[in-house]
């Protein structure tokens, strides 16, 4: 029997919660395809903050290189929103553990669960052949630029005085350009065959850099890859107008960072959106939600989006595919049954069909046992 080694980071506000459904499901699995899963649990983001004075100690770290893949649930809130540049925020966690295990490139799949096509922003006719990946750089750009803050400076405060000024630096490398492109022109060769890449040559330096690279990579080694450039303003429209035309989308940080939430909504919620972080170092996966500190503690969070990240884990750390297709599979049953969060119902739900937190990982576990 097989073992691995799962550094889990619940993180803040509903993070325990959907933490505690994966650590079940993984239990089941565990059982039903000969495996054994090992935790270890760690301190990230606000909760790090409270206990050690940083959003990621070094016992985290050292926790995460460790294990042979990591299980983050959710970071940050309210209670830790600060403008001062001298304090610590639960972001700079999240963003010095992706620098820190060199993972530069984020898969964010998008795909349509039939059972919740009325749960969508748009009308279920836009959402036919909705099949996605978006491919997003991960440790470059304008969240790991240069920047700074300035006071004093001439002509900066209303009235052309001294003022405040402050910048933040997108800056690319071209193998930063190169390594990520190619996991997206491999990631299309296993599905359609076709990648959007995101940009905004008519305007940034880094952009045109970004594309020329793009381009030079596919003649090179992806010519069987269709590619399609696409400036990132036509992108946010093309989403809503006609989001089947996607099959994989590559793009710098900042830009996944917002397209792969607007393209959450095609799903009906964030809480529906995995994700997996892949590099150097030992993988990462994630829901892409928040940590909704708002409901924390209530038991009516949506945990799917934090199982369908197990199932990423499972394929891409541990290549268990069987047990990936049972877990994708029992998801999908249940909302086939018509079960429901409170973020997914719709007025269509049966009452005695919309459930909590843990009610909802029990029923994706009576399915993996069935």
Request: hydrophobic share 45%.
């Amino acid at each position: 029997m097989t073992t691995y080694r799962i550094c889990l980071l619940p993180g803040d506000g509903i993070g325990p919660e959907i933490t505690a459904e994966a650590v079940k499901v993984l239990g089941i699995i565990g059982e039903r395809f000969g495996a054994t899963f090992e935790f270890s649990e760690a301190l990230l983001g606000g909760a790090a903050i409270d206990a050690t004075g940083t959003a990621l100690p070094d016992d985290t770290l050292e926790a995460a290189h460790a294990a042979d893949a990591v299980l983050l649930a959710a970071i940050g809130g309210p209670r830790w929103d600060t403008t001062d540049p001298e304090k610590p925020r639960p972001e700079q966690g999240l963003l010095g553990i992706r620098k820190a295990l060199g993972l530069y490139a984020n898969l964010r799949p998008v795909k349509i669960f039939d059972a919740l096509k009325d749960a969508s922003s748009l009308k279920p006719e836009y959402l036919e052949g909705v099949d996605m990946l978006i491919v997003r750089e991960l440790t470059g750009g304008l969240y790991f630029g240069a920047r700074a803050r300035e006071t004093g400076v001439p002509g900066a405060a209303t009235g052309g005085g001294p003022g405040m000024r402050a910048y933040d630096t997108l800056d690319y490398r071209e193998f930063e350009i190169e390594r990520i492109a190619r996991t997206a022109f491999e990631a299309a060769r296993t599905r359609r065959g076709r990648v959007h890449s995101v940009d905004k040559a008519n305007v940034l330096e880094s952009s045109r850099l970004w594309r020329e690279v793009v381009h030079r990579l596919h003649a090179a080694e992806f010519s069987d890859v269709e590619l399609v450039d696409q400036l990132v303003d036509n992108s946010a429209m093309q989403l809503i107008r006609t989001p089947a035309q996607f099959d994989v989308m590559v793009t710098e940080n900042m830009f996944g960072d917002i397209l792969s939430d607007e393209a959450s909504m095609l799903t009906g919620s964030l809480g529906m959106l995995a994700s997996a972080s892949l590099g150097d170092g030992t993988a990462l996966y994630e829901p892409s939600h928040g940590s909704a500190p708002d409901i924390a503690g209530r038991g009516i969070a949506n945990p799917l989006a934090m199982l369908l990240s197990v199932e990423l884990m499972l394929r891409y750390s541990f290549s268990m595919h069987d047990a990936a297709d049972a877990l994708a599979s029992a998801i999908e049953g249940v909302l086939a049954g018509g079960w429901r969060t409170r973020d997914i119902a719709d007025a269509t739900t049966l009452p005695q069909k919309t459930v909590g937190t843990t009610a909802m990982g029990d029923l994706v576990v009576e399915r993996l046992r069935a």
